[in-house]
């Protein structure tokens, strides 16, 4: 069963503007919630977690997320995009209190000048 | 500090060769893991381990060993490799051992494989 769905393979947006990256979730236990973004031919790097302390957290590099758990969700924003923000973002669950972390399927972010 | 070291970085296998991806962590984490990366499909976790001598699947485990003598290693043995096994390997390690907790991984940089 799938555990975290991002819903977009590939998002676009302008320098300046916005930026949404949605994630859905399904766990039987209270998750450990994160993002994580890769930057081209480079590793993995954390952006932010949610450990239940509080529903919207605060991350690296301007971006934030809040978990919603009625609707199942920990989208990822960051009020205006840069360029250097261009890579593949991936939402992770750690699923149904195990010691697995499983990723969802990624969202590439392109920006545009 | 080096953090999470894979080995090689590159590596060209024929089909039903066998070989070892090496994963070295000097932070003392109790947690690692394997992770393999293929396009459209994120990273889907292929064995972990969360200490020496103790080491489970993940969803992926077909086709792959692994073993955790130390806490230092966790080398990824393909026996018989395929096609279907050509990808970039990420090793990644964790400090904590929180069933379902916030386990943060630090990710090594990478294993591009390709089977012939």
């Known amino acids: 069963a799938q555990s975290v769905t991002q819903l977009d393979s590939h998002v676009s947006v302008s320098e300046g503007t916005p930026v949404l990256l949605r994630c859905n979730y399904s766990?039987?236990?209270?998750?450990?919630l994160f993002w994580y973004v890769q930057h081209p031919n480079k590793g993995l790097q954390l952006l932010l977690k949610y450990t239940s302390a509080a529903t919207l957290v605060k991350g690296i590099n301007g971006f934030e997320a809040e978990f919603k758990k009625s609707e199942t969700s920990f989208h990822l924003t960051k009020p205006s995009a840069h360029m250097s923000d261009a890579a593949e973002y991936f939402c992770v669950v750690n699923k149904d209190s195990s010691y697995k972390l499983i990723f969802g399927s990624g969202t590439r972010l392109l920006v545009r000048p | 500090n080096a953090g999470v070291t894979q080995t090689p970085k590159f590596q060209v296998l024929k089909t039903g060769q066998s070989m070892t991806l090496q994963c070295a962590q000097d932070m003392n984490h109790e947690y690692m893991s394997w992770y393999r990366q293929d396009p459209g499909m994120g990273l889907r976790l292929i064995h972990y381990s969360v200490g020496a001598g103790i080491t489970d699947q993940g969803e992926v485990p077909n086709g792959y060993n692994v073993s955790r003598s130390t806490t230092e290693d966790f080398p990824l043995r393909l026996l018989s490799a395929a096609p279907s096994q050509t990808s970039v390997y990420f090793c990644a390690s964790s400090p904590r051992l929180r069933r379902g907790g916030a386990n943060v991984l630090t990710f090594g940089a990478g294993s591009r494989l390709t089977v012939l």
């Open positions: 766990s039987s236990y209270s998750p450990s």
